[in-house]
Nanobody, 120 residues
């Protein structure tokens, strides 16, 4: 059983930056993804990678602004978020699965989420 714990969320002004962390424990990791969900919205894909780091994937809405990375030794995946916009406001979830897909159902394990709020 894999446990994922997100951290690093908070309140930031538009144009600012945040780095989210996802610490994993309890099993081997093959792929990691970040999703987000705003109030009244469906959960949407943000970014993903395979654990080896050979492939990364991004939603069009965050390309050029967000970067996904990982620290293998620490079993941690990061989401560096730059040039934040109010529309980035959401709860951000870390997920783990067998393949780095864009669909939420590709992931078997989920963290509880961390709130990101971007003010105008």
């Amino acid at each position: 059983q894999v446990q994922l714990v997100e951290s690093g969320g908070g309140l930031v002004q538009a144009g600012g930056s945040l780095r989210l962390s996802c610490a994993a424990s309890g099993g081997s990791l093959y792929a990691m993804g970040w999703f987000r969900q705003a109030p009244g919205k469906e959960r949407e894909f943000v970014a993903a990678l395979n654990w080896s780091g050979s492939s990364t994937y991004y939603a069009d809405s965050v390309k050029g602004r967000f970067t996904i990375s990982r620290d293998i030794a620490k079993n941690t995946v990061f989401l560096q978020m730059n040039s934040l916009k109010p529309e980035d406001t959401a709860i951000y979830y870390c997920a783990a699965g067998r393949t780095p897909g864009r669909a939420a159902d590709a992931y078997l394990y989920w963290g509880q989420g961390t709130q990101v709020t971007v003010s105008s």
